[in-house]
């Protein structure tokens, strides 16, 4: 059985940083496509951050460009997003999201993603 489970949220103040982990289990996801998404309240889910496979470009919403980091550690089947200079406007459930097929699609795309985990809550006061 195939899981993600996310860690690493919390309530931080803005400017403050939070480094989230999402570890996999089930199957290794070195080749394939791990992303980060969030939804706040009233609002859809929406692309974070990303990377096809690892080692791969880490691409980013315009919104947390300059401010994020994705990372993964392939030993440990593990994907990271380090939040530096949070907003309150980051606020939101973050979700880690893993494909093993669909290669071809955008990686925004939150439909072709296979594998969720339950999600983080990440608050940012101001």
């Known amino acids: 059985q195939v899981q993600l489970e996310e860690s690493g949220g919390g309530l931080v103040q803005a400017g403050g940083s939070l480094r989230l982990s999402c570890a996999a289990s089930?199957?290794?996801?070195?080749?394939?496509?791990m992303s980060w998404f969030r939804q706040a309240p009233g609002k859809e889910r929406e692309f974070v951050s990303g990377?096809?496979?690892?080692?791969?470009?880490?691409y980013y919403a315009d919104s947390v460009k300059d401010r994020f980091t994705f990372s993964r550690d392939r030993v440990k089947n593990t994907v990271y997003l380090q939040m530096n200079s949070l907003k309150p406007e980051d606020t939101a459930v973050y979700f880690c999201?893993?494909?093993?097929?669909?290669?071809?699609?955008?990686?925004?795309?939150?439909?072709?993603?296979?594998?969720w985990g339950q999600g983080t809550q990440v608050t940012v006061s101001s």
């Open positions: 990377n096809a496979w690892n080692g791969g470009t880490s």
């Open positions: 999201a893993g494909r093993t097929g669909s290669s071809w699609a955008d990686l925004r795309e939150d439909r072709y993603y296979n594998y």
């Open positions: 089930g199957r290794s996801f070195s080749s394939s496509a």
